[in-house]
Each structure stands twice: as structure tokens, then as C-alpha cells.
């Protein structure tokens, strides 16, 4: 069974930081482009970054760029969204995902995606 779990959500004050963690089971992310996206009840999910195989190609969604980073460790199967100087705005449901393309560049778009995790709530609230 091909499984994806998100954690490290919370509450935490505007200006804060968290680090959300997404750990696959049944399958190596090593071989795998992975992604996060965030949804408020009521809109669309957004894309917000990615990674593709080989780690060599990072994008960030405008709203995040400069603020958040994504990085991979194949050893712990893990994929982490290090996200700073965080704003209300950044309030939200997240989530990751895998696909098992993108040797070149990965796209933060959920019809790129097959796999997906439950996500993990994050609060930005003083």
C-alpha cells in the first residue's frame, strides 16, 4: 500500500516558524517527485512547492517563495517544508503528494500528482 503521512502541523504566532514532514511508506520517495499544496475550506488547493527526483529542481509558489524551503532525505524516506516568517494568510490544510516522474522539472499543480497524503493543519494566529 502506497501511503504518504504529513506532520508537524500546529498553531503557531505570525512571524513564526514550522516544519512540516511527509513520510512515505510502501514506496521509496527517492524515485519520486513530491510536492505540497495547501487548501482553506471553501477554495481551491494551491500549490505551494516541489522537488523532483533527483532533488536538483525546486520551485515555490510566488506566496511562499524566499520564505519557505523544501528539501529530501532519501535515507528517512522523508520530504520536509521548512516554512518561515509565517503569515496569517499562510493558514491552512497541508498536504503532500508523489508522482513517479520528473527526472527533469516536477510541477506544483495537483493534476500532476497520483499519490497523496490526509494532510496536516497549520494556524497562524496570535
Known amino acids: 500500500q502506497l501511503q504518504l503521512v504529513e506532520s508537524g502541523g500546529g498553531l503557531v504566532q505570525p512571524g513564526g516558524s514550522l516544519t512540516l514532514s511527509c513520510t512515505a511508506s510502501?514506496?521509496?520517495?527517492?524515485?519520486?517527485?513530491i510536492g505540497w499544496f495547501r487548501q482553506v475550506s471553501g477554495k481551491e488547493r494551491e500549490g505551494v512547492s516541489c522537488i523532483n527526483i533527483g532533488g536538483n529542481y525546486i520551485t515555490y509558489s510566488d506566496s511562499v517563495k524566499g520564505r519557505f524551503t523544501i528539501s529530501k532525505d532519501n535515507a528517512k524516506n522523508t520530504v520536509f517544508l521548512q516554512m518561515n516568517s509565517l503569515k496569517p494568510e499562510d493558514t491552512a490544510v497541508y498536504s503532500c503528494?508523489?508522482?513517479?516522474?520528473?527526472?527533469?522539472?516536477?510541477?506544483?499543480?495537483?493534476?500532476?500528482?497520483?499519490?497523496w497524503g490526509q494532510g496536516t493543519q497549520v494556524t497562524v494566529s496570535s
Open positions: 510502501g514506496f521509496d520517495l527517492e524515485t519520486y517527485s
Open positions: 503528494a508523489a508522482v513517479d516522474v520528473g527526472l527533469g522539472l516536477c510541477r506544483i499543480m495537483p493534476t500532476w500528482f497520483d499519490i
